[in-house]
Structures are given as C-alpha cells and as structure tokens.
Nanobody, 114 residues
C-alpha cells in the first residue's frame, strides 16, 4: 500500500493550496480517507476525514476554510485549503483507514508566512 501526498509549499497568509494524495494497493472506494498535520513540537492532529460514503468531518480550527473531497475513479483524496493562516504551518499527512487497517503517506510540508 502506498499513499503519495503532494501539493504543499510556501504561501502567504490568506492564500490557498490544494493537497492531493493518490493511493495504490487498496480498493480505494471502501476506505475512509483523511488528512492529518503535525507542527514542530506538537502532536499529529486530525484536519479532515471523508468516509467511503463521503461523510466529512473537520477540526474546528479549519471549518469553513478547508474542504476534503475524493475521486474514487482516480484513487485520490484532496484537501482544498483557503484563507490559510500561519498556524496552519505543518507537515500534512494523508491516511487511509479500514477497520483496524491503517496506512500513512509520507507527508507534504505546508508553510504559511505572515
């Protein structure tokens, strides 16, 4: 199983980025997918998740600014991030969950300058 995340970068506060994650080695459509992030010195935290039935949930800190979506035909999950803030700076990880099975991608750095 591989989860390949991309789309991170450096952006000014108020800007936007779109993260992408492509999965291989799984029947993508039946897996719940998510984005987590980890800032320096902090624990990894949930940003957003989308279930196989496309139910979504978000961390309070990103509600109204971030949108998670998926394209099962391409085995991809996306995170559209708008109105970015310096506190959104972190390494963002894609993850896949099915029952007790759980996989992580390699992470992509997002840096928001003030």
């Amino acid at each position: 199983v591989q989860l390949q995340a991309s789309g991170g970068g450096l952006v000014q506060a108020g800007g936007s980025l779109r993260l992408s994650c492509v999965a291989s080695g799984i029947v993508f459509s039946i897996w719940d997918m998510g984005w987590y992030r980890q800032a320096p010195g902090k624990q990894r935290e949930l940003v957003a998740r989308i279930t196989d039935s496309r139910t979504t949930n978000y961390a309070d800190s990103v509600k109204g600014r971030f949108t998670i979506s998926r394209d099962n035909s391409k085995k991809m999950v996306f995170l559209q991030m708008n109105s970015l803030k310096p506190e959104d700076t972190a390494v963002y990880y894609c993850e896949a969950t099915l029952g007790r099975s759980h996989y992580w991608g390699q992470g992509t750095q997002v840096t928001v300058s003030s």
